[in-house]
């Protein structure tokens, strides 16, 4: 069943001469955990604020189509009704953590809905501590690292229990270790939870191996939507300049050398094994 759906969607910005998204019409199911990705200003940003009613209710601008979100049409609600249904992670923790402690940004959403106090207490309690940051629930954010910051932008989201998580580029001001551990961490929490993640990335090798759907984006209209190992195999995916993994790179060229490894690998651990793979059927 589609927990998302957008149908003939075209967005033009209060004084753009052109659209930033234009005739996008997609699917997204319960469960999955889709990889949006693609070239700077195609329009990625622009469609997940079309997914929880930022656009049009805080943009402005026109908009042309619809979008619907668990049976809610968004132009008909609220950003603060959407936002039960569709949590967002920004790329820039900090745009979203204002509060002395990190435990009072955590409650935050829960309280602006006037939820009883008791439930505002368990949620928040669980949502630190099924992101890892219990221990810093008495901290200040400005004091926490970019790793922890953005997991409390996480734990702010999950306490308000969406069905589904966008993450606009949630690992830009990380390092490759903190970045993995975020990607790890939304996707365990996916699969404990069964919520549908929607991540948009530009760091192909971190993020490929989580997700089971790539959708690609090029000027504003979406271009490859499948299984990632079709997708990253696709020419069209080099053409509009998306950084390939290098484990497809590796892939590529070892198929040029004639060496097939069977399929396209998502992670350098999938890479090894499928190469060790052939080494043994080459020596048996």
């Not at 400005?142 to 993450?167: W, Y």
Request: some cysteine; hydrophobic content about 40%.
């Amino acid at each position: 069943m589609a927990i998302i759906e957008a149908r003939g969607l075209t967005y033009i910005y209060p004084f753009a001469e052109k659209p930033a998204i234009e005739d996008v019409n997609l699917a997204i199911e319960e469960g999955e955990f889709v990889l949006l990705t693609g070239p700077s200003g195609c329009g990625k940003t622009t469609l997940c604020r079309c997914f929880n009613g930022l656009i049009p209710h805080f943009y402005g601008g026109r908009l042309e189509g619809e979008v619907i979100v668990a049976g809610l049409r968004t132009t008909e609600h609220p950003t603060y009704e959407l936002a039960k249904h569709v949590g967002m992670v920004f790329q820039n923790p900090e745009n979203q953590l204002f509060a002395l402690t990190v435990e009072k940004d955590v409650a935050f959403g829960l309280e602006n809905l006037g939820l009883p106090r008791d439930e505002i207490r368990r949620r928040v309690d669980w949502a630190l501590k099924v992101t890892g940051i219990y221990e810093l629930r008495d901290r200040a954010p400005f004091e926490l690292s970019g790793g922890q910051q953005q997991r409390v932008a996480i734990a702010s989201v999950l306490a308000m229990q969406p069905e589904v998580i966008v993450l606009d580029e949630p690992t830009s001001f990380l390092d490759p270790l903190s970045a993995r551990t975020i990607l790890e961490t939304v996707h365990q929490l996916k699969r404990e939870l069964g919520i549908t993640v929607i991540l948009v990335e530009h760091r192909l090798d971190l993020a490929a191996r989580y997700a089971n759907r790539i959708i690609v984006m090029d000027r504003g209209r979406i271009i490859l939507d499948g299984e990632p190992r079709r997708v990253f195999l696709d020419d069209r995916v080099r053409l509009v300049g998306v950084g390939l993994p290098k484990v497809i790179r590796l892939y590529l060229a070892l198929k040029r050398d004639e060496v097939d490894l069977g399929r396209a690998p998502l992670s350098p651990e999938e890479a090894s094994e499928l190469i060790l793979g052939v080494l043994k059927s080459d020596r048996g």
